[in-house]
């Protein structure tokens, strides 16, 4: 089992910049993947980005050049620094994890966009 508990979620101007945070506790030695996905009112959830263990990452193309997705080993967290926000990139931000073959998720954190 591993639970994830998100922060950094809140109210933002465009343009303006947010830093979501994921905290992993459990059985973090399994975990593979960490990323974000977010969900829009009446929309599907949607990945944002991933960084795998090797290091890689994957980013959605609404969020290449302005998002990055970092982790922090020692701290066992996984971070999505968002840069020049838009009205579109408001949802509800989920931590995501795969720890072997099993998927986990944050409670989710609103993030708002808005002036």
């Known amino acids: 089992q591993v639970q994830l508990v998100e922060s950094g979620g809140g109210l933002v101007q465009p343009g303006g910049s947010l830093r979501l945070s994921c905290a992993a506790s459990?059985?973090?030695?399994?975990?593979?993947?960490r990323g974000w996905y977010r969900q829009a009112p009446g929309k599907a959830r949607e990945l944002v980005a991933k960084?795998?263990?090797?290091?890689?990452?994957t980013y959605a193309d609404s969020a290449k050049g302005r998002f990055t997705i970092s982790r922090d080993y020692a701290k066992n967290t996984v971070y999505l620094q968002m840069n020049m926000l838009k009205s579109e990139d408001t949802a509800v931000y989920y931590c995501?994890?795969?720890?072997?073959?099993?998927?986990?998720w944050g409670q989710g954190t609103q993030v708002t966009v808005s002036s």
């Open positions: 960084i795998f263990s090797g290091g890689g990452t």
């Open positions: 459990g059985s973090i030695f399994s975990i593979n993947v």
């Open positions: 995501y994890v795969l720890a072997g073959r099993n998927d986990y």
